[in-house]
């Protein structure tokens, strides 16, 4: 029987992230080793006191429907966080809770864009970034980015495509694909911008805390400490910094009009966030942080070694990212050669080929809008990223 979709599900593409987890996955069943180097979560339980809280809720019976903008103890420990680190004052009527910030950022879009608007992406992105623009009608605006600069914003590339359809800016750094993290200059730059043009900015702070090279500021705090007055939504995810990605808690902060919006588009599609979810997050917000800065300083050791060994790659060259768990090198001299006779046209059949050869799962820089480049996670043990990297340079011997 066909059947006729709605167009919106032909405009969208599917996550390319997610496919690569997922025939790894099925390759594993299947009884292949697999090396899994595209996973974007960290490989680490979530932390005894967070699922100590867990299993108390339950028991206390915290099991129902909370508040559809979330359990207000729950907004008050992201106010305490938000003020106490990272130096932002918000109330809880700023505060939407949502199953995960991937839902964040999906609502902040309904909530704001409509058709003819344009909200700027800027690539690489994350490959969700242009779909949900495209999910609320609106276009995405992809403008470059500078790699020798941590891929801070092209202004140049900006400006030519300036637009009065121009409606918002998603930003992201610590960057997912890159973990590149722009500098303070460039973050400034863009907010007096935004306020010039009336953009409403969007600014996703996932890895706020797997920075290793110096010190994370919020784009909100940089706004009011210069005075800017741009409206910004701060998204933010428990997921990578408490290893809580299955739990699905994220939450936004912002002005209250767009935060209310928000929550009542999330209201008629998931009502709220799971309650279990919401108290574990109180504890994780709440309780000793010395697991994050434990599960930092093991990414870093990891980062210092994997990017040593895609260095030592021929013909690969890799720079040292600031922050997230990504290495984002550049293999665009494997471009256009050929292996089993069969030409790479694209970083999508490179990886394509080293998955097939050599069962190693990474995700290709094409679909980040990054040709030449392949996104390595080091999101896994030391042994498992010495191994991957030992099978990718087995497999790149044989590319003519």
């Known amino acids: 029987m ?85 130096g932002i004052e918000y109330m809880p009527d700023n505060i939407l809770v949502s199953n995960g910030e991937k839902q964040s950022l999906y609502n902040v879009c309904q909530a704001l864009f409509d058709a003819d608007d344009k909200v700027v992406v800027f690539a690489p992105y994350w490959v969700s970034f242009p779909e949900f623009v495209r999910l609320s009608n609106a276009e995405p605006l992809i403008i470059n980015t500078l790699s020798n600069k941590n891929y801070e914003p092209d202004f140049k590339d900006l400006a030519l495509k300036d637009s009065s359809q121009i409606k918002g800016v998603i930003m992201n750094s610590p960057s997912n694909p890159t973990g590149g993290i722009w500098g303070e200059e460039s973050i400034i730059r863009l907010l007096r911008l935004a306020k010039e043009r009336d953009w409403v900015v969007i600014s996703d702070e996932c890895y706020e805390r797997l920075v290793y090279d110096g010190h994370f500021i919020s784009t909100e705090k940089l706004n009011r400490d210069h005075n800017i007055g741009a409206s910004v939504i701060t998204c933010i995810s428990l997921s990578k910094t408490y290893s809580m990605t299955g739990w699905r808690i994220g939450y936004a902060a912002g002005p209250i009009p767009i935060i209310k919006a928000m929550s009542k588009i999330q209201g008629q599609s998931t009502s709220c966030a799971n309650s279990i979810g919401q108290m574990a997050g109180i504890a994780a917000l709440s309780g000793d942080q010395s697991c994050v800065i434990e599960m930092r300083d093991e990414f870093l050791k990891r980062r210092n070694m994997m990017v040593r060994l895609l260095n030592e790659l021929p013909g ?28 790479l046209k694209d970083t999508f059949s490179i990886s394509e080929y080293i998955l097939n050869n050599t069962q190693v799962a990474t995700v290709p820089g094409d679909g980040f809008g990054a040709p030449g480049h392949i996104r390595f996670s080091y999101a896994t043990s030391m042994e498992i990223i010495k191994k991957g990297i030992a099978r990718v340079k087995m497999a790149l011997s044989h590319i003519i």
């Open 2 to 86: 066909n059947y006729e979709l709605a167009d919106r599900v032909h405009k969208v593409l599917p996550s390319f992230t997610l496919q690569m987890v997922n025939r790894a996955a099925e390759m594993r069943s299947q009884g292949v080793n697999v090396i899994n180097l595209s996973v974007g979560e960290p490989d680490f339980n979530t932390p005894d006191h967070i699922r100590r809280a867990a299993k108390e809720a339950m028991d206390n019976g915290f099991t129902k429907y909370t508040s559809g903008q979330g359990m207000l103890e729950f907004r008050e420990a992201i106010c305490n966080k938000l003020k106490q680190e990272n």
């Open 316 to 343: 690969v060259n890799c720079t040292m990212p600031g922050g997230a768990f990504y290495t984002f090198p550049d293999f665009s001299a494997y471009i256009d050669r050929t292996v089993n006779n069969e030409i």
